[in-house]
């Protein structure tokens, strides 16, 4: 596996596919986020598992980390869209009145599972 620190995946995003995948057991019902930025909707979303690196997540103490300890902003943006509702596993859902939007974990999402 290819890692790439939070730095390098910013500046090559675009022209770099990775992938967010489980490195525990994430519980149902747990929320993700707040997720920086905007949700695009569109020709531009792709819902395509992609070959290339993978970021590895987990929960330490309540708190969800990539490997090397980066905080959800440095990767929650790689999370990509599920191809049919078997497959989701994750939903996005907004914190009104204050707007912000975070993922809601549907089911138990076993570890190695891409997401």
């Known amino acids: 596996m290819v890692l790439i620190s939070p730095r390098a ?9 990775v992938s967010v995948f489980a490195d525990c057991s994430i519980p149902a019902g747990l929320r993700i986020g707040p997720v920086p930025g905007i949700f695009k909707l569109g020709k531009y ?8 690196p993978k ?9 969800f980390v990539d490997e090397s300890g980066c905080p959800v ?6 999370i990509c869209a599920a ?7 994750l939903e996005a859902v907004s914190d009104l009145p204050g707007g912000q939007i975070f993922y809601r974990v ?3 999402i076993p570890a190695g599972e891409e997401r």
């Open 9 to 17: 995946m910013q500046a090559t995003r675009a022209s770099t596919t």
């Open 45 to 52: 979303v792709s819902d395509r598992k992609e070959a290339g």
């Open 55 to 63: 970021k590895k997540i987990r929960l330490v103490r309540g708190d």
């Open 73 to 78: 902003a440095d990767w929650i943006g790689f």
């Open 83 to 89: 191809r049919n509702s078997q497959e989701q596993n």
């Open 106 to 108: 549907l089911r138990e």
